[in-house]
């Protein structure tokens, strides 16, 4: 929705291909800012899908790599999202996938957050 409404706004500013396509990336790559200025509320409301979290009903959370896919000779061989996984006290599970790859601040902000329930897979 946020994507179709950005897309309109490039095209109707009539900036041409690249100069669109430097502005759709500039904005994504900034785009989790808004949320620090953002309350709770407002968070929870911008989507139905959204959750609240509290780390001290979390009992696992894990987190696995987003597995890199390879180039050779014409064909692809195709990776895989990562895996990130909350588990609640009441055992529920939370699923998600993402595409980030291993980096080493990763790793580090996730174990500062999440301490010994981290489960962290490269």
């Given at each position: ?52 979290l509290y780390h001290n ?41 993402h595409k980030e790859s ?21």
């Amino acid at each position: 929705m946020e994507n179709q409404r950005l897309s309109q706004s490039i095209k109707s500013s009539g900036k041409g291909f690249f100069k669109g396509s430097a502005e759709m990336m500039r904005y994504w790559s900034n785009y989790y800012k808004k949320y620090y200025s953002m309350g709770t509320d407002a968070i929870m409301a911008e989507d139905t899908a959204n959750r609240l979290l509290y780390h001290n009903n979390l009992t696992e959370v894990y987190f696995s790599c987003q597995k890199e896919g390879t180039y050779d000779e014409g064909s692809y061989s195709g990776g895989s999202p990562g895996k990130l996984h909350f588990t609640l006290r009441n055992g529920e599970k939370i699923k998600l996938t993402h595409k980030e790859s291993n980096k080493k601040a990763n790793k580090e902000i996730l174990a500062s957050l999440y301490g010994v329930i981290l489960k962290y897979r490269r």
